[in-house]
């Protein structure tokens, strides 16, 4: 059993605890927690299930990196505090272990990664012989796998498309939500998401993985905006208010260019209410979704839903993501050290899983 360990407890921590638990081959050996309303708690408390696990979580880093753990899944942010991500990443890397992850967008595409976020890690796999993986949805498996799998079943292919498109009022992280993309700010506040050249930060990579799984070489690497007001005040379950004028809605483009067309393309629609922006895109029941479109011959299109936690889409995409990450550990463990994308990590089935609980 490989001994791991779960780093964070919120929407990503959440479904890690459970799905280390449920993999036939990873032992839930701790959990780390900033809160310290969480020390102490039980791990299957925290992860929302019906039994007690018999982990309690604990703050003490230093101890449970001390223990040597095989793997961890860092499950905390790195949306605002990359440099703190980082830190930690190469801590449990230098203690040897396999780290897989959703935070640091630009280690997604490792090879086209900035020095300043590579170099560290490289230095952490040289001193403690560990591993790093880092994955998601989208940015993830839903614009690098999903779309090259699907592709090859055509017999031409002119362009791909990568669709998220989301009813933000699911996603439970308001900050995020209200600051970091916008919802419910005056038209003219700038959200740091879409500020010019993020879309590319974060999703460029995905791109750029894309091209070199394809045999592509991208002339250019460009992005579209769109933003549109809500008409009425509408109120959400979990973040309260949003006021008609404030922003309600957001569509941008992350284009791949090639040949002087945009031939592999990232979007997404994002709403914090189904009533804004109805011409836009819209997902099969008006909750999210994940959808991918090979124009070509034959034209082909796969759309995906999840939901987890009581249906709620947001955490069903949570868990894909956790899903991918989780799987890729013993594979991880199994291979040399080094710093791998998702190019190299297969998607392999649920060799163990089905039908256990």
């Known amino acids: ?189 700038e959200p740091l998401m879409l500020a010019p050249s993020i879309p590319t930060m974060v999703w460029g990579g995905q791109i750029r993985l894309m091209a070199r799984a394809l045999g592509v070489e991208l002339d250019d690497i460009r992005e579209t905006l769109d933003r549109r007001p809500l008409e009425t005040t509408v109120r959400t379950r979990t973040m309260g208010e949003f006021a008609a004028g404030t922003q309600g809605a957001v569509r941008f483009e992350v284009r791949g260019i090639v040949g002087g067309e945009p031939r592999i393309v990232i979007e997404h629609v994002t709403r914090i209410h189904p009533s804004c922006a109805p011409d836009w895109p819209t997902p099969p029941d008006g909750d999210g979704a994940h959808r991918v479109i090979i124009e070509g011959r034959p034209r082909i299109q796969v759309t995906v839903e999840a939901t987890d936690e009581g249906e709620n889409r947001s955490a069903g995409g949570n868990a894909t993501a956790v899903g991918r990450l989780v799987g890729a550990i013993d594979w991880l463990v199994d291979a040399a050290p080094g710093l791998y994308d998702a190019l190299d990590v297969p998607l392999r089935p649920a060799v163990g899983r089905l039908g256990r609980k």
Request: glycine share 12%; proline share 6%.
């Open 1 to 189: 059993m490989i001994s791991t360990v779960v780093w964070g407890t919120g929407n990503v921590g959440r479904a890690a605890i459970r799905a280390v638990e449920a993999h036939p081959a990873l032992k839930l050996a701790a959990v780390l927690v900033h809160n310290p309303g969480k020390v102490g708690r039980d791990a299957g408390d925290l992860a929302g299930l019906d039994q007690e696990l018999g982990v309690a979580a604990t703050d003490d880093i230093d101890a449970v990196l001390a223990l040597g753990p095989r793997a961890v899944v860092y499950a905390a942010s790195g949306d605002i505090r990359p440099d703190e991500a980082l830190a930690d990443i190469g801590r449990a890397i230098r203690a040897g272990a396999v780290v897989v992850t959703p935070a640091l967008y630009p280690l997604y595409d490792q090879r086209n990664a900035p020095p300043e976020f590579r170099d560290p890690v490289l230095a952490a796999i040289e001193d403690g012989g560990g591993s790093l993986f880092v994955s998601g949805v989208d940015p993830g498996w839903g614009n690098d796998v999903l779309p090259l799998l699907i592709s090859g079943l055509g017999t031409e292919v002119d362009a791909i498309r990568c669709q998220e498109i989301f009813d933000y009022s699911t996603y439970e992280q308001e900050e995020s939500v209200r600051y970091l993309v916008g919802m419910g700010q005056p038209m003219d506040y």
